[in-house]
């Protein structure tokens, strides 16, 4: 069987979506699964704020020399001057400018490290309680004037509808490599917001990351159901200088505006997913997504590193 798609199904699905109605569900799964200790990469105060917000802001991880190793990296992927794998590269809509490019520890040497430091890895794996790999790599770019909105969602939605992703047991990190502020479309989440399950609306089209990867319209919930969580938890932007470390639950309700601003905005994602909770079969898609964007098999359990990227 390919996807979940029958009601007997479905009653063993923690977390079923693309439904015909919208509900909301509670979580059943940890949201810091390690109990806290002296020698842990996180205070005891920053785990607790992650299981009450469901995201964690830190500031002055990485070194200016670090960053601008990052922020050179990163320009040379989006430019052109690195082979990238064919389909790793997604354009804006409507626009030949890159959006995205996926894989990164597979094409740079640089961001290889990078997910493997123990600032990243490290701390990944404490909040999973599990030996930590990367499920999901990226690059985002919104260009100065002409960078599009990225629409409110739950990671966990898709990664399990249409990935396999079984339950909540993955984080994200995400690294601003340029300043983000209120006007040049930083990344928005809904503090508190992990602690429920949005199930959606609709089935799953075939081939349907084609279209999403653009612009997300299938697994996104209903205005009713993004008021109710903001009127609820209310609404924070992941603002900070570049080298600026931001840490999420797989299921914190996130979206983030477009860049009609001069200043493009460009931030690192790395998608640590435990060992555990390695990928089954989509549970509501006709078939899995490339491994572009979820890494299928037996996963390898990072070496995490110590050490300076620069």
Request: glycine share 6%; proline share 7%.
């Amino acid at each position: 069987m390919t996807a979940i798609s029958e009601e007997q199904d479905r009653s063993r699905d923690p977390y079923p979506s693309r439904l015909p109605e919208e509900r909301f569900l509670p979580r059943k799964d940890k949201i810091v699964w390690s109990q806290w200790r002296p020698d842990a990469p996180l205070t005891a105060q920053q785990a607790d704020r992650f299981d009450r917000d469901g995201f964690l802001i830190l500031n002055d991880v990485f070194s200016a020399a670090e960053v601008e190793a990052l922020k050179a990296e990163s320009a040379a992927l989006r430019g052109g001057e690195r082979p990238l794998m064919e389909g790793s590269v997604i354009t804006e809509p409507g626009s030949d400018e890159v959006r995205t490019v996926f894989k990164l520890p597979e094409q740079s040497p640089l961001f290889d490290r990078l997910a493997r430091d123990r600032r990243l890895a490290g701390i990944a794996s404490f909040l999973l309680g599990d030996d930590v790999y990367v499920h999901q790599s990226r690059l985002n770019y919104k260009p100065g004037f002409t960078g599009k909105e990225f629409y409110w969602h739950s990671d966990f939605e898709t990664w399990h509808a249409e990935d396999g992703m079984p339950r909540m047991r993955a984080v994200s990190a995400s690294l601003l490599l340029t300043d983000n502020d209120a006007l040049n479309g930083p990344l928005m989440l809904m503090p508190g917001s992990h602690k429920h399950f949005v199930a959606c609306v609709g089935a799953t089209p075939q081939d349907n990351h084609k279209s999403s990867l653009k612009k997300q319209e299938v697994g996104v919930p209903s205005h009713a159901a993004l008021a109710r969580l903001a009127e609820a938890h209310g609404i924070t932007a992941a603002t900070g200088k570049a080298g600026t470390l931001v840490f999420f639950d797989c299921n914190t309700m996130h979206g983030s505006n477009g860049n009609i601003t001069p200043f493009s905005r460009s931030n690192a994602f790395f998608v640590f997913n435990a060992v555990s909770n390695r990928l089954e079969e989509p549970f509501a898609a006709p078939k899995a997504r490339p491994d572009f964007l979820a890494e299928r098999g037996k996963p390898a359990a990072i070496e995490i590193a110590n050490g300076k990227l620069a």
